[in-house]
């Protein structure tokens, strides 16, 4: 993360946080964008499934910040605003119009923290069931799902290994060390 430039930034810790939350969700959204994921993996590239790929990785890094106590659960609770501002981008982007774009931003950011509140319960319950968690979330029939989540849990559960090693500063400034992807030449976003 850059100096600011602002000589007044030392008095806002609150912006600090924020551009920390900003730094690590720019990480996340970087590497859930990597093409390997829907050439490689199975995963289908549109909205759906993007989506899927973006919760996987938020619940991997949520998932490491429950770790840290108060100060990780500010940079979690930071961390979702900044996925709820994303999803009302987005949604505007995709020309949903600006009354409906609350309710719709309220229905994304509830659907997106009820997956990653299932990987969790899935993933304290061992690699099977996070497999099937997987598979059953993402927007494919039974047989390519099962395909494209044998290939992502592997990664997903050695991405929260690695996480688990990483320091919380440097989780602050967005330094993310993820399972190297296969086929994937990018391994810190």
Known sequence: MAPSLNPLAALLPWRRKDAQAAE???????????????????????????????????FVVLHRLREEGARGAAL?????????????TVLREL?????????KVRAL?????????DYETAFAKGTDVLRFTIARTLPLDDVAAEAASARLTPYIMESVRRLEQTPLKDLCTGTLTFDEAEGSHEQNQ
């Open 95 to 103: 020309g949903v119009g600006d009354l409906s774009v609350p309710k």
């Open 109 to 117: 950011a509830a659907s997106g923290a009820a997956l990653i509140e």
């Open 76 to 88: 979690a609770q930071d961390l979702a605003d900044r996925f709820a501002a994303d999803m009302d």
């Open 24 to 58: 690590l969700y720019g990480a996340i959204v970087a590497r859930s964008r990597l093409p390997v994921f829907y050439q490689s993996f199975g995963v289908p590239d549109s909205l759906e499934g993007r989506f899927v790929v973006l919760s996987l990785h938020l």
